[in-house]
C-alpha cells in the first residue's frame, strides 16, 4: 500500500543515504530532456533506478563523494514514476521536491491532458462506507464535476478500478483522473459524469482470507459482490446519480481491467460501458480466480450487441500482456461482438493508461 512504501522509503534513506549536499539535485531535466537523477548513499554497493523510466532496473555510477548519478533520455514528454534501490531496498528519490518523491514530468511544447490548468476543478472525496458483503469498513474515492455542489441535476457514474498493488488513491495520485476530466470538460470533449473509485481487493494483504487455498477466488467473488452490493446502492444513496444502466459504466487497469470487463460483461443488467485497460485477464479467467469463460459469457451475441453500448479494450505493444489482450479481442471480433481495439505503444505503465482514459472518457456517455 502506499503508506507502506513511503514509511519503508524513509527508513531506507535513513540506513543508507548520508544528508544530501545543498547542490545535489534530482531529477535534472535539461533542454533537451535528459534527465539526470542523483543520490547520495556512501555506504551502498549497489543502485538503480527502476520504474516506468526504464524496462528494466538501470544501473547507477557512483563518483568518489558517494553520491550515485545516472542519465537518462531525452525522453518523450510525459508523467513518469520512478523509485531507487539501494542495495535492494525501495527508496524514494530525497532531492525530488514532487509528493510523494517518485514523480518526474517532463514538459513538452504543448499541454498534457492531465496538466493542471486554469479551468473549473471538480471534487475528489475521500469516502467510507459499511461493507454488509465483507463486514468491513471500507474507503472509496469519489469524483464529483466541478459545479456539482450548485447544481440538482443527476449525473451518469463511471467505476474506475486501480492495478494489482494499488489501492483506491491509484487514478488520482498516478491516474491525475481528476484534472484528465476536469480538462476534457473544459474543452467541451467531456459531459459532466462521477467518477466511484473503490478498493479492488475484497480483503487487505493481511487479512488471512487474502492468502491460502483459492485466496484468489475469494478476492474476485468478494469484491464483485462488495462492488454491486454495497458500492452501488453507496453511491446511490449519497449522491445525485442516475440508478439506471444506461448512464453507468466500468473501466479499469491491469487487475482492475480484467475485473471491469468480468464485472461489465456478466453483468449487463447493471452496466452499459465497458472498457479494459491492459486487462490482466488471467485475474478472473484463471482456473485459480474461478475460471470465467468469456467466449461463453459473449456467446449471446445478439443480446451483447443489443445491451452494450461500448466495449472498449486497449493494451500497449510492449506489455507482456499484450498477446492475451490481442487475443481476447480476436475474439470478440471473430463471435460477431461489436468492440473496439486499440493496439498502441508503451508497456505496462501509467503512461498507458492515462492516455487510455483521456481517449475512452469522452466515449462512455456522449
Not at 469484491?223 to 452490493?229: K, V
Request: hydrophobic fraction near 40%; glycine fraction near 10%.
Amino acid at each position: 500500500m502506499n503508506i507502506r512504501l513511503i514509511v519503508l522509503g524513509i527508513s531506507a534513506a535513513a540506513c543508507y543515504a548520508q544528508p544530501r549536499p545543498p547542490s545535489l539535485k534530482s531529477p535534472e531535466v535539461g533542454a533537451d530532456r535528459r534527465v539526470t537523477f542523483r543520490i547520495s548513499a556512501p555506504k551502498a554497493a549497489d543502485v538503480r533506478i527502476t520504474g516506468d523510466l526504464v524496462a528494466s532496473p538501470a544501473a547507477m555510477e557512483k563518483d568518489g563523494k558517494g553520491v550515485w548519478t545516472l542519465t537518462l533520455g531525452p525522453l518523450d514528454p510525459d508523467l513518469y514514476s520512478y523509485r531507487f534501490t539501494v542495495d535492494g531496498v525501495p527508496v524514494v528519490d530525497p532531492s525530488n521536491q514532487a509528493k510523494p518523491g517518485t514523480m518526474l514530468d517532463v514538459r513538452g511544447a504543448g499541454a498534457a491532458p492531465y496538466d493542471l490548468r486554469a479551468v473549473p476543478h471538480g471534487t475528489v472525496e475521500e469516502r467510507w462506507y459499511e461493507s454488509k458483503t465483507l463486514d468491513l469498513s471500507r474507503r472509496v474515492f469519489i469524483y464529483t464535476p466541478p459545479g456539482y455542489q450548485k447544481s440538482n441535476a443527476r449525473y451518469p457514474v463511471l467505476y474506475l478500478l486501480h492495478g494489482a498493488g494499488g489501492d483506491e488513491s491509484g487514478w488520482v495520485e498516478s491516474g491525475r483522473v481528476n484534472l484528465v476530466l476536469d480538462n476534457l470538460m473544459a474543452d467541451g470533449k467531456l459531459k459532466p459524469l462521477l467518477v466511484v473509485m473503490p478498493y479492488g481487493y475484497a480483503y487487505p494483504p493481511m487479512d488471512p482470507k487474502a492468502s491460502g487455498a483459492d485466496a484468489m477466488k475469494r478476492q474476485r467473488s468478494g469484491f464483485e459482490r462488495d462492488l454491486i452490493d454495497d458500492v452501488l446502492p453507496f453511491v446511490q444513496a449519497n449522491y445525485r446519480v442516475y440508478a439506471d444502466r444506461e448512464h453507468r459504466a466500468i473501466a479499469g487497469l491491469s487487475l482492475g481491467g480484467a475485473q471491469a470487463l468480468g464485472t461489465g460483461l456478466t453483468h449487463l443488467d447493471l452496466f452499459s460501458r465497458v472498457a479494459g485497460f491492459s486487462p490482466a485477464l488471467g485475474a478472473v479467467s484463471s482456473e485459480e480466480a474461478g475460471g470465467l469463460n468469456f467466449a461463453s459469457t459473449v456467446a449471446d451475441t445478439k443480446k451483447v450487441n443489443a445491451q452494450l453500448k461500448l466495449l472498449w479494450v486497449g493494451c500497449g505493444t510492449e506489455d507482456t500482456l499484450y498477446k492475451s489482450v490481442e487475443s481476447f479481442s480476436s475474439m470478440l471480433q471473430s463471435s460477431g461482438v461489436k468492440s473496439t481495439w486499440r493496439s498502441t505503444s508503451g508497456a505496462h505503465t501509467w503512461l498507458v493508461w492515462r492516455k487510455y482514459l483521456a481517449e475512452v472518457a469522452p466515449l462512455l456517455f456522449g
